[in-house]
T-cell receptor, first 114, second 115 residues
Framework: AQSVTQLGSHVSVSEGALVLLRCNYSSSVPPYLFWYVQYPNQGLQLLLKYTSAATLVKGINGFEAEFKKSETSFHLTKPSAHMSDAAEYFCAVSLNSGNTPLVFGKGTRLSVIA | NAGVMQNPRHLVRRRGQEARLRCSPMKGHSHVYWYRQLPEEGLKFMVYLQKENIIDESGMPKERFSAEFPKEGPSILRIQQVVRGDSAAYFC?????????????FGEGSRLTVL
């Protein structure tokens, strides 16, 4: 069965600093991988997804993630944090066959300090 | 708004009452998923439905919880005889079905508070 581990339930960065949110996955077959963002009292919005094409995936709001099979990782990065990036971020995995439920990590809350 | 619509956004129930949460998927989507979010626990999968069929209910509690997605109308998650531990945010998501890459489109959630 697939699973996701997000290292660090809370990450705090200064405005303008690099954002790095870690995600490691476990899957018996090539996975699809996703990062979602959740703002307070809202639903989840897709940031980016990996579906076995390019290993470096660019998403919305300047975020990107790199799929590293050898490390079973899919870390999320952004070169320069903005105050509006403060939110909860979820990594998710699904089997490479579509229509199977996404399995989510526990989330990482990102705080951005002025 | 052609997104996933959930209602009510907020629901308060007393212990022992019933809660019904509704979800209308995005236009053209035939697959619906329900997730529960508890603080510090992320999203837990509950059930996956297609029209008139439950595909995967491995995340549903064995008692008091049920879900349906009828031929006409929204999907409904029903919780009978609610207890305080049912207090959570319940999210519905939908996907188009065929040739799907696994991406889910989420509603804004229904927040259940049990007094």
């Amino acid at each position: 069965a697939q699973s996701v581990t997000q290292l660090g339930s809370h990450v705090s960065v200064s405005e303008g600093a690099l954002v790095l949110l870690r995600c490691n996955y476990s899957s018996s077959v090539p996975p699809y991988l996703f990062w979602y963002v959740q703002y307070p009292n809202q639903g989840l919005q897709l940031l980016l997804k990996y579906t076995s094409a390019a290993t470096l995936v660019k998403g919305i709001n300047g975020f990107e993630a790199e799929f590293k099979k050898s490390e079973t990782s899919f870390h999320l990065t952004k070169p320069s944090a903005h105050m509006s990036d403060a939110a909860e971020y979820f990594c998710a995995v699904s089997l490479n066959s579509g229509n199977t439920p996404l399995v989510f990590g526990k989330g990482t809350r990102l705080s951005v300090i002025a | 708004n052609a997104g996933v619509m959930q209602n009510p956004r907020h629901l308060v129930r007393r212990r022992g009452q019933e809660a019904r949460l509704r979800c209308s998927p995005m236009k053209g989507h035939s697959h619906v998923y329900w997730y529960r979010q508890l603080p510090e626990e992320g999203l837990k999968f509950m059930v996956y439905l297609q029209k008139e069929n439950i595909i995967d209910e491995s995340g549903m509690p064995k008692e008091r919880f049920s879900a349906e997605f009828p031929k006409e109308g929204p999907s409904i998650l029903r919780i009978q005889q609610v207890v305080r531990g049912d207090s959570a945010a319940y999210f519905c998501a939908s996907s188009p079905g065929a040739e799907n890459t696994g991406e889910l489109f989420f509603g804004e959630g229904s927040r259940l508070t049990v007094l």
